[in-house]
């Protein structure tokens, strides 16, 4: 069946230094890949997303990556801060379809050490 | 304020006494959906409904029971709940199911089945 794979499911970086987080779906009709950030004691928010006709999108210091043919995503945060520590997870959907279905990978726990 | 609200956040109770967990949302959104989160598991789509009294099973329906009544409310019901059903749970809701990805969800309910 359709699945997602994060990895890496926990990971501690400096303050200051970047982080990166990858997944890789299965289903090839995947066009549509968002990423979540989940504090503690709070539901998952979308932070970041990029469609399948686009390589690489960034917003400040957070962007991710596409490639289409190795169905590989990347989600990297530069110069970490404190309020980056939370659970990053990846999705992968086929976006505006009627089938649409959000596939979410298993989490990564991101801790920034002061 | 924009939101999607949950009831109770935490709940212990004992197996096989039946519980409801109330789901409701401001947005007159359209979609609305269940999903449980377990370690390394991600998470997992329960129950799905497209609008008032049409509900359909997600990925791991058993043991679960849903309702949409109105368009605000969703709740989660247990009728027998059993210790595997120990989890948090997240309600989500969404314009259509084709921005599902645009979800937003609640805080959350911690279950403790014993």
């Known amino acids: 069946g359709e699945n997602v794979e994060q990895h890496p499911s926990t990971l501690s970086v400096q303050e200051g230094d970047s982080a990166v987080i990858k997944c890789t779906y299965s289903?090839?009709?995947?066009?549509?890949f968002p990423w979540y950030k989940q504090e503690l004691g709070k539901g998952p928010q979308l932070i970041i997303d990029?469609?399948?006709?686009?390589g690489e999108k960034k917003d400040q210091r957070i962007a991710v990556t596409l490639n289409k043919t190795a169905k590989h995503f990347s989600l990297h945060i530069t110069e970490t801060q404190p309020e980056d520590s939370a659970v990053y997870f990846c999705?992968?959907?086929?976006?505006?379809?009627?089938?649409?279905?959000?596939?979410f990978g298993s989490g990564t726990r991101l801790s920034i050490r002061p | 304020e924009a939101q999607v609200t949950q009831n109770p956040r935490y709940l212990i109770t004992v197996t096989g006494k039946k519980l409801t967990v109330t789901c409701s949302q401001n947005m007159n959104h359209e979609y609305m959906s269940w999903y449980r989160q377990d370690p390394g598991l991600g998470l997992r789509q329960i129950y799905y409904?497209?609008?008032?009294?049409?509900?359909d099973k997600g990925d791991v329906p058993e043991g679960y029971k849903v309702s949409r009544k109105e368009k605000r409310n969703f709740p989660l019901i247990l009728e027998s709940p059993s210790p595997n059903q120990t989890s948090l749970y997240f309600c989500?809701?969404?314009?259509?199911?084709?921005?599902?990805?645009?979800?937003?969800f609640g805080p959350g309910t911690r279950l403790t089945v014993t």
């Open positions: 409904s497209m609008n008032v009294e049409v509900t």
């Open positions: 989500a809701s969404s314009l259509f199911r084709q921005r599902a990805y645009e979800q937003y």
């Open positions: 990029i469609r399948s006709n686009v």
């Open positions: 999705a992968a959907s086929r976006i505006d379809s009627s089938a649409s279905k959000i596939i």
């Open positions: 289903d090839s009709a995947s066009n549509y």
